[in-house]
């Protein structure tokens, strides 16, 4: 059965992010997830975690949608896609801003087990000139899968 999680998140940092609740990764695990490759990719995964890169650093509009299995992608439906893996041990899900306090972040009920992530990115190119609005929106699509390497399916171009 699908679940859909539906979310505004403050995006400080143009970036939010998923995490299992026992994983409780370091400052440095974190702030190294960042490359300059995983920028370009705006998907940065780390031990028990997801951050995912927006064009804003305002609230913007995320839905979670947890599936059974790999859900079929059109890829012309989105201006950019990318995948990675997280394993998911604690069965909750949180679900938060850059700059969200933890203990108040969305929690989301999963059967312990690694996902897949497929970060779903459109509406990138409606920014405004001053950067606070826009019509982009972002989903992350789960499953239960085998990990696997961090992927680009379809890179924006801007």
């Given at each position: 059965?699908?679940?859909?999680?539906?979310?505004?998140?403050?995006?400080?940092?143009?970036?939010?992010?998923?995490?299992?609740?026992?994983?409780?990764?370091?400052?440095d695990?974190?702030?190294?997830?960042?490359?300059?490759?995983?920028?370009?990719?705006?998907?940065?995964?780390?031990?028990?975690?997801?951050?995912?890169?927006?064009?804003?650093?305002?609230?913007?509009?995320?839905?979670?949608?947890?599936?059974?299995?790999?859900?079929?992608?059109?890829?012309?439906?989105?201006?950019?896609?990318?995948?990675?893996?997280?394993?998911?041990?604690?069965?909750?899900?949180?679900?938060?801003?850059?700059?969200?306090?933890?203990?108040?972040?969305?929690?989301l009920?999963?059967?312990?087990?690694?996902?897949?992530?497929?970060?779903?990115?459109?509406?990138?190119?409606?920014l405004?000139?001053?950067?606070?609005?826009?019509?982009?929106?972002?989903?992350?699509?789960?499953?239960?899968?085998?990990?696997?390497p961090?992927?680009?399916?379809?890179?924006?171009?801007?």
């Amino acid at each position: 059965m699908t679940q859909r999680h539906r979310l505004s998140l403050f995006a400080d940092y143009s970036q939010f992010y998923i995490e299992d609740e026992q994983a409780n990764p370091t400052a440095d695990e974190v702030g190294h997830s960042w490359t300059e490759e995983t920028t370009a990719d705006q998907i940065a995964p780390g031990r028990g975690f997801i951050r995912f890169g927006t064009v804003r650093s305002t609230n913007v509009p995320v839905e979670i949608v947890v599936e059974e299995s790999e859900p079929p992608l059109d890829l012309d439906a989105y201006d950019h896609v990318a995948e990675a893996s997280i394993a998911v041990d604690s069965g909750r899900l949180i679900v938060a801003g850059n700059s969200d306090a933890w203990e108040d972040a969305a929690r989301l009920t999963l059967e312990p087990d690694t996902y897949r992530a497929r970060a779903l990115y459109r509406g990138l190119g409606t920014l405004s000139a001053d950067g606070l609005d826009g019509d982009d929106h972002y989903t992350v699509v789960l499953w239960p899968a085998p990990a696997a390497p961090r992927r680009v399916l379809k890179r924006y171009q801007a």
